[in-house]
Nanobody, 120 residues
Framework: QLVESGGGLVQAGGSLRLSCAASGRTFSNYVMGWFRRGLGTEREFVANIHGSGVYTNYAASAKGRFTISRDNAKNTVYLQMNSLKPEDTAVYYC???????????????WGQGTQVTVSS
């Protein structure tokens, strides 16, 4: 089970930190990813992180502004989002995969999502 939190309303240029708490399995065995879906858009990859926490990958839209991290002792993955823009407005989902993947189809487990709204 994956449960996201930390979404909300923020002004452009502001920051938010999303969290995703996992339960039920050995957390460090999983690649964790963040995806988002804006209104009327397809779900898109944001970032992912290897189970060890050593390797990360970002979408071009997130690079330099967002940071993904994880705490395996707490079974939690984070997405620190800085310099937010109105186009970052979306429902953000965390997901878990057993292999390295940037495609949504590679992730077997999904959270319910948390809304992020960035006002201009």
């Amino acid at each position: 089970q994956l449960v996201e939190s930390g979404g909300g309303l923020v002004q452009a240029g502001g920051s938010l930190r999303l969290s995703c708490a996992a339960s039920g399995r050995t957390f460090s065995n999983y690649v964790m990813g963040w995806f988002r879906r804006g209104l009327g858009t397809e779900r898109e990859f944001v970032a992912n992180i290897h189970g060890s926490g050593v390797y990360t990958n970002y979408a071009a839209s997130a690079k330099g502004r967002f940071t993904i991290s994880r705490d395996n002792a707490k079974n939690t993955v984070y997405l620190q989002m800085n310099s937010l823009k109105p186009e970052d407005t979306a429902v953000y989902y965390c997901a878990a995969a057993t292999v390295w993947s940037v495609g949504a189809s590679g992730y077997a487990y999904w959270g319910q999502g948390t809304q992020v709204t960035v006002s201009s």
